[in-house]
């Protein structure tokens, strides 16, 4: 079953704006990851945050996290056209050996 | 640096044709390799993975195998293919014992079976 639920599932926006993207989740993480996936192409993984942190950033990215919520958001800052690809978040559950689960995504596109 | 390498990109088999996808892993040892599968505006559906060779946990049961013959070679198979396997085959690995490590993931094998 899918631990993490991205919303929305598609957005569209200009270049220079703002991009947010939430993940939900079920039950308890070690961690969770944002991947970005080009049309057609593998995932790329743009950044992991660990259970107890709160914000962590990787230049025009800014992630938090809320365990009490179970839920975590993605901000791209000044977009650009090509940030337009699929985001998704994925999860490491607390419980014992486990792989990461994936969300269905969200669609970005960026209009210059 | 590590590289993974996924081969073929695009496939086209019939129903019922056997099924061969390979993986390979450079710049690495012993690294925990995955089989993930993405229908069309879905999410990853992990398949297989493993954590040395010859070991293979399967996630989903279904018309699909996988295999370790090496430590950095990962086999996705079928001895016959039906149509609902059609998608997009990822690869991935991560270190071994890695508790907070990213997956790396290959470019992917688009497959379509008619």
């Known amino acids: 079953s899918q631990q993490g639920e991205e919303d929305p599932q598609a957005l569209s926006i200009q270049e220079g704006e703002n991009a947010t993207m939430n993940c939900s989740y079920k039950t308890s993480i070690n961690n969770l990851q944002w991947y970005r996936q080009n049309s057609g192409r593998g995932l790329v993984h743009l950044i992991l945050i660990r259970s107890n942190e709160r914000e962590k950033h990787s230049g025009r990215l800014r992630v938090t996290l809320d365990t009490s919520k179970k839920s975590s958001s993605l901000l791209i800052t000044a977009s650009r056209a090509a940030d337009t690809a699929s985001y998704f978040c994925a999860t490491d559950a607390l419980e014992g050996y486990s792989t990461l689960t994936f969300g269905k995504g969200t669609m970005l596109l960026v209009s210059p | 640096s590590q590289t993974i390498h996924q081969w073929p990109a695009t496939l086209v088999q019939p129903v019922g044709s056997p099924l061969s996808l390979e993986c390979t892993v450079e710049g690495t040892s012993n690294p925990n390799l995955y089989w993930y599968r993405q229908a069309a505006g879905r999410g990853l559906q992990l398949l297989f993975y493993?954590?040395?060779?010859?070991?293979i946990s399967s996630e989903v049961p279904q018309n699909l195998s996988a295999s370790r013959p090496q430590d950095r070679q990962f086999i996705l198979s079928s001895k016959k293919l039906l149509l609902s396997d059609s998608g997009f085959y990822l690869c991935?690995?991560?270190?071994?014992?890695?508790?907070?490590?990213?997956?790396?993931f290959g470019n992917g094998t688009r497959l379509t079976v008619t």
């Open positions: 991935a690995w991560d270190g071994q014992g890695a508790y907070n490590s990213p997956l790396h």
């Open positions: 493993s954590v040395g060779i010859g070991q």
